[in-house]
T-cell receptor
Framework: GDSVTQMEGPVTLSEEAFLTINCTYT??????LFWYVQYPGEGLQLLLK?????DKGSNKGFEATYRKETTSFHLEKGSVQVSDSAVYFC??????????FGRGTSLIVHP | DAGITQSPRYKITETGRQVTLMCHQT?????MFWYRQDLGHGLRLIYY???????DKGEVPDGYVVSRSKTENFPLTLESATRSQTSVYFC??????????????FGEGSWLTVV
């Protein structure tokens, strides 16, 4: 079945550091890929998505590129802020199936 | 635009009691979901519904019951609460599933403690 693997956290960075959170997936066909973010005490919300190979999703300075050849959708940001501290979930939606979520990666940004 | 709302937000109950978590969405989305979030397990799907009167099991359905008599409501009932059901529960909705790329919209969560 479809699956998503995320790097384990927590990821701890200083403000203005470069962020990468790795996500790889297993799926048949050509799924859509997502990154969701969960701020403390809140539900998840969509951060960005890509629906076909080589698409780049971007939002709030975050980017991720759909790489079919490496089955990856890594999340990057050039300069993180304290306000980016949250849990980040990679997800995929393939075929006609319910979306599959990764386990989440906690990001802690220190001033 | 209220979006998706859950109630109660916080609940403490005793083992063996029946508890119902409510979920209401204002978008008329066809799909609705219930997830639980636990440390070390991420998000796990409990039940989902493709439309009114259509529900199906997810990954961890045991001990839970759902119904969907109206498109906008999707209550989750714990028939006889156990300590292992202490968790944060998220309701969510979406216009569709699959590779069409539909966004899933989440409620703010219901924190349930079973003592």
């Amino acid at each position: 079945g479809d699956s998503v693997t995320q790097m384990e956290g927590p990821v701890t960075l200083s403000e203005e550091a470069f962020l990468t959170i790795n996500c790889t997936y297993t799926a048949t066909g050509y799924p859509s890929l997502f990154w969701y973010v969960q701020y403390p005490g809140e539900g998840l919300q969509l951060l960005l998505k890509a629906t076909k190979a080589d698409d780049k999703g971007s939002n709030k300075g975050f980017e991720a590129t759909y790489r079919k050849e490496t089955t990856s959708f890594h999340l990057e940001k050039g300069s993180v802020q304290v306000s980016d501290s949250a849990v980040y979930f990679c997800a995929l939606a393939g075929g006609s199936y319910i979306p599959t979520f990764g386990r989440g990666t906690s990001l802690i940004v220190h001033p | 635009d209220a979006g998706i709302t859950q109630s109660p937000r916080y609940k403490i109950t005793e083992t063996g009691r029946q508890v119902t978590l409510m979920c209401h969405q204002t978008w008329s989305h066809s799909y609705m979901f219930w997830y639980r979030q636990d440390l070390g397990h991420g998000l796990r799907l409990i039940y989902y519904s493709a439309a009114a009167d259509i529900t199906d099991k997810g990954e961890v359905p045991d001990g839970y019951v759902v119904s969907r008599s109206k498109t906008e409501n999707f209550p989750l009932t714990l028939e006889s609460a156990t300590r292992s059901q202490t968790s944060v529960y998220f309701c969510a909705s979406s216009d569709g599933i699959g590779r069409s790329g539909n966004t899933i919209y989440f409620g703010e969560g219901s924190w349930l403690t079973v003592v």
